[in-house]
């Protein structure tokens, strides 16, 4: 009986979340550990299936760099980094495409659709949802960043009753283009922008953002996030995660989130609980 009380105490601690963030549109990047364990990727779709059963409108942006370096490797296919970067070559766009849009995006589709949700996967060469212009052609090759986003084709899934699963592939505006490799935080924060979704999630392979003394820090503003950048606090992986952070709220999302993916069920402790388990920036 006690078990079952603590069972009702939880759902009842959730309901106002459920309640403010019914029927808001929430933007997940999906990445790190949380996209390599097996254990992980089944919590990860019973989070995003019980969000959209209680009203919510996820929306999915996934990465892949681990994956396209392993096939990369297999196929004896040199790849470099600049600055954390992936030089995106012809061939490795090839590749990166292959990887992002057929063979992950595919299997979380079927994930979802497996715990009971319907699950529609696209790549923003589809229906012109992306497009891209390079980021420095001569450094990063066809490494690109989003020119611009017509939200039509993921508001349409999303009416339809269905969860987007987005790949981070740019379309061209130039006939016969390749596209463009988008890295998977900035995709989430242009597309975030573009949908008016109310929260951005970041799944990631830290507890968040992290004091010098590596203790969490679970509110910062725009602020503070920049003072921490300046001063060193924030440095490495982490600020591509807090730049797209706040690309996204100064494009009117209301909060972003750094979270660990590591932990189970960090989603709906992020989005259900009063805690939480990681950084929250917001305005």
Do not use: W
């Not at 420095?136 to 969860?163: L, Q, R, S």
């Not at 951005?200 to 969490?216: A, H, I, N, S, Y």
């Amino acid at each position: 009986m006690k078990n079952n009380i603590n069972v009702v105490k939880t759902l009842l601690e959730a309901l106002p979340f459920i309640k403010k963030f019914s029927n808001e549109k929430i933007v997940i990047k999906y990445g790190g550990s949380a996209q390599t364990s097996d254990a992980l990727k089944e919590q990860f779709a019973q989070d995003i299936v019980l969000l959209h059963l209680v009203g919510m409108k996820p929306i999915i942006v996934h990465g892949g760099g681990k994956s396209i370096t392993d096939l990369l490797a297999n196929l004896g296919v040199d790849t470099t980094f600049i600055d954390g970067q992936r030089v995106t070559t012809k061939e490795v766009m090839r590749i990166a495409e292959m990887v992002l849009s057929g063979e992950i995006n595919k299997e979380i589709v079927s994930l979802l659709d497996n715990h009971g949700s319907k699950a529609i996967g696209i790549s923003g060469k589809d229906g012109g949802f992306l497009k891209g212009i390079p980021k420095d052609f001569e450094k990063f090759g066809y490494t690109g960043m989003i020119e611009h986003v017509n939200p039509e084709i993921v508001n349409n899934i999303i009416e339809d009753g269905a969860i987007p699963v987005i790949a981070p592939i740019a379309g061209s505006s130039t006939m016969g283009h390749p596209g463009f490799n988008i890295n998977a935080d900035l995709a989430a924060s242009k597309i975030a922008v573009a949908l008016k979704a109310r929260k951005v999630l970041f799944l990631t392979d830290t507890p968040g953002v992290l004091d010098k003394e590596m203790q969490l820090i679970t509110n910062l503003s725009i602020e503070k996030t920049e003072a921490l950048k300046e001063d060193g606090t924030i440095q490495g992986g982490m600020v591509p995660k807090v730049d797209a952070c706040i690309e996204a709220l100064r494009g009117g999302v209301k909060k972003a989130h750094i979270i660990d993916g590591r932990v189970e069920h960090s989603l709906l402790l992020e989005i259900l609980t009063s805690s939480g388990v990681g950084t929250c920036i917001e305005l």
